[in-house]
């Protein structure tokens, strides 16, 4: 993993070209073709440090074009443009399948083993002869077939059947593109090195990327607190959001993305080029330097001057963040984003494959602190299988707890597994989006029931675990007497919070600046988050990217904040600054 620069100049950058980049759009239009014909250059937010230089790649979602019912239909033919779209679909499956597994895993990769076999089913392939020989073209048959199957698998009422006809509708897309004369183009299948150009990319989408191939990001939209921005600060490489379109004949083209000045350029000319490969080559020599000296941190307590011991953890999204959290010499893991478990398969991980990741990375932290948080899914991270209903605001919708205490079968589910895997080192359970002392004690009510329950069937865990909550809306914190009554600590997402408090939606960039500028009722309601846990002895971190905000720590140390919980190539920088504050 290649680290960041230094954050105190990532956020200096941010702000000042946030504004600039906006007025320069509006000045020159989305495409601005400076120098010569070729050459264009765009501005946005940078919102993970750096420069690289490489080709695009433009991310493209999959398009299903419409099946085209209009044309003459000759049985035989069809049938073989389907046969062929078939074997098409068996070999892409099948690379799938051999990419999922060297780089996410072997879970991960089961679903494509799912799709091989569903695509070798005799029935399903007889439910498309038989649309054929009803005079329907490939398109319609497959169509035709995908409604036959979906119904009857959901008419099964089993959860794991009705699931499966999400793969159906998976297959039969595939089939159209292929019928459609379309390539196989997913980030997923890119080869060499690139720069990755999206419109803006979903959680589940990040998931399947091959992140190593991966120079930095450039979003048509986006924000600093967009998933996106996320991953790229998590992988400690460059990105940019909120550029406007770029139009798509530049993919393949080479470019210079500095995300320190908030500019892309694309078809650079020789003397720029050698200009931006030497400022580069500078920057990484300084970076290293940096480096040197924050590694000679690892290990020493991070204390104030002032004597207030704040410890530093690392915020991971999945289990392979681990080494290198413990790398860079992390107190513990302060938020685990377990939903990206959810997001990398196609159906709900059983308790036993919970129970595993879990146990993983609680034993690799060796006695740290693991800090699971329960499922935050809906709003921005969206699951298929999940079959959530369409929300007009999903921010403000059916997300997190509220679908957990929803269905209680799904939250218990979790709450079993993390307990077990409490059995195998420290591990804490945190509850997202919490409005009210009365959730917590509806959320504590089944926690004990799964206690009772695996004390019952005589498995072990931690009988002492700490149980905590999010605090990441303005109700928990304005609430927060009576709800540090019923928990042992609070972490504060300031990423939500910051969006609640201020109105502001977190993925829209016109709305950053804003959010830049107004982090005081963020920092009141963190206050009065701290004094009330504190009046009852608990403790309180924060793992929202405020965390890694160097302007702030000090204001977090006045305020007694007892953890801050960061992406992993910010921990040295955060762990410098507490040892620097008064
Ligand atoms: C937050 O809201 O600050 C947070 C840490 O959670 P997430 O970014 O996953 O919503
Ligand atoms: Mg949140």
Redesign the pocket.
Known sequence: MKHAGDLTQEFHFYNQDFADGINFRERHGEHMDVMSKQRAAFRGAGVSGGKACGTLKFFRKPTVRPAPSSRPVHPAAELTRLRQAMETAREQIAELHRRALADIGKNEAEIFEIHAMLLEDEDFAETLTNEIAAGKCAEDAVEGAVQVWSRMLRELNDPYLSARAADIRDIADRLLRILAGETQESAAAYTGSFILVAEDLTPSETVLLDKSRILGFVTFGGSS?S?TS?LARAMGIPALVGVGKIDEELDSQLALLDADAGTLTVCPGEAELEAFRQAQERQDAQAREQEKSRRALIGRPSVTLGGHRMLIYA?IGEGAEVAHALADGADGIG?L?S?FLYLSLNDYPSEEQLFEAYRQIVSDMQGKKVVI?TL?IGADKQIPYFDLPHEENPALGFRAVRICLAREPLFKTQLRAILRASAFGNAAVMI?MIVSAEEVRRCRRLFDECKAELICEGVDFDARMEFGI?V?TPAAAVMSDEISAEVDFFS??????A?YTLAADRQNPMLAELCERNTEPVLRLIERAAKAIHGRGGWIGI???LAADLRLTQRFADMGIDELSVSVPNLLAVREQVLRCK
């Open positions: 607190n998933h996320i915020n938020l984003r939903e948080r935050d997202p999010m990441e504060v997402g300031t990423n939500d919070l969006q793992c929202g990217e």
